[in-house]
C-alpha cells in the first residue's frame, strides 16, 4: 500500500501481508481503493494543477477545504487529510480519514413517539439517558430504540469488518492488473502460481467485481465500519 511507489501486480511482496492488513486502519484501506478510483484520479489531478505554488493539498486540518485539491477530497467522502510527518511519526497510516457518520441525529417511531439517537458509525448508536427520572423505564425503552433504530439501518455493510480484510490486498492486485492491461487469463496464470489448487476465470470476475465496487463507492462502507 505504498502512497509513491506503484506496485507491481504481478509480486504479491510489493503488497501487504496478511499481518499488515490485520494492523491497517481501515481509513487506509478506503484511501487505497479510491486512490485507483479513475474519476478521483482525474479530477485530483486537475485540481493540482489548478492549486497555487504553495497550495501542495497536505494543509492538515486548517484551510485544507478551502482549496482546490480539498474540494475534490471532501466530494469523495474525506473528513480531513493527514499530514506526511504525521504517518512518518505513526499517529496515522492513511492520507487521509473518512467521513464515519451522519453529521446531524437520526430518529425512529416507537409508541407514537419519535426518539432520537446519535450515531457514531453504522453500527453504534448513542442515547440520552435522565439520570433525574427512574432508570427501569428509561432501559426498558431504550432495549424499544435500539432495536427499531437496528431496523431503521436498511444499508448493508460489507461482512464482519475484519473477516473481508484478508481479500483486501488480492482486490487491489486486480485492480493495478486490469489498470495494465493485464487480461483474466493472464491473472489467472500469475495468481494460480500462489494457490496449488488453481485460479479460474470465474474467480478473477468475481475478485475484480467486488474489487471494482470498493473503488467506486464502497471504499466509504470500508471508513464507517469500526476498526
Given at each position: 500500500?505504498?502512497?509513491?511507489?506503484?506496485?507491481?501486480?504481478?509480486?504479491?511482496?510489493?503488497?501487504?501481508?496478511?499481518q499488515e492488513a490485520k494492523e491497517a486502519s481501515l481509513d487506509r484501506w478506503a484511501w487505497a481503493f479510491l486512490a485507483r478510483n479513475s474519476r478521483f484520479q482525474k479530477e485530483l489531478t486537475e485540481a493540482i494543477k489548478e492549486a497555487a505554488p504553495t497550495d501542495d493539498g497536505q494543509r492538515g486540518p486548517i484551510g485544507w477545504n478551502q482549496t482546490?485539491?480539498?474540494?475534490?477530497?471532501?466530494?469523495?467522502?474525506?473528513?480531513?487529510?493527514?499530514?506526511?510527518?504525521?504517518?512518518?511519526?505513526?499517529?496515522?497510516?492513511?492520507?487521509?480519514?473518512?467521513?464515519?457518520?451522519p453529521?446531524?441525529?437520526?430518529?425512529?417511531?416507537?409508541?407514537?413517539?419519535?426518539?432520537?439517537?446519535?450515531?457514531?458509525?453504522?453500527?453504534r448508536v448513542v442515547l440520552e439517558f435522565d439520570l433525574a427520572a427512574p432508570l427501569a423505564p428509561q432501559l426498558a425503552r431504550a432495549k424499544k430504540i435500539l432495536s427499531a433504530s437496528k431496523t431503521h439501518n436498511k444499508e448493508k455493510l460489507p461482512a464482519?469488518?475484519?473477516?473481508?480484510?484478508?481479500?483486501?490486498?488480492?482486490?487491489?492486485?486486480v485492480l493495478d492488473a486490469k489498470a495494465a492491461n493485464a487480461?483474466?487469463?493472464?491473472?489467472?496464470?500469475?495468481?494460480?502460481?500462489?494457490?496449488?489448487?488453481?485460479?479460474?476465470?470465474?474467480?478473477?470476475?468475481?475478485?475484480?467485481?467486488a474489487a471494482e465496487a470498493l473503488a467506486n463507492g464502497n471504499y466509504k462502507l470500508i471508513a464507517k465500519l469500526s476498526n
Open positions: 500500500m505504498s502512497e509513491n511507489v506503484p506496485p507491481d501486480w504481478k509480486k504479491s511482496s510489493d503488497y501487504t501481508s496478511e482546490a485539491v480539498g474540494k475534490v477530497l471532501i466530494k469523495w467522502g474525506v473528513d480531513w487529510p493527514t499530514l506526511p510527518e504525521w504517518r512518518k511519526s505513526g499517529t496515522v497510516d492513511s492520507p487521509a480519514i473518512f467521513k464515519k457518520h453529521v446531524h441525529a437520526e430518529s425512529v417511531k416507537l409508541e407514537g413517539r419519535r426518539f432520537r439517537f446519535m450515531p457514531e458509525s453504522e453500527s464482519d469488518n475484519r473477516k473481508q480484510v484478508a481479500m483486501y490486498p488480492l482486490y487491489l492486485r487480461t483474466n487469463a493472464k491473472m489467472a496464470e500469475v495468481f494460480s502460481l500462489e494457490r496449488p489448487s488453481g485460479v479460474t476465470d470465474q474467480a478473477i470476475r468475481n475478485w475484480l467485481d
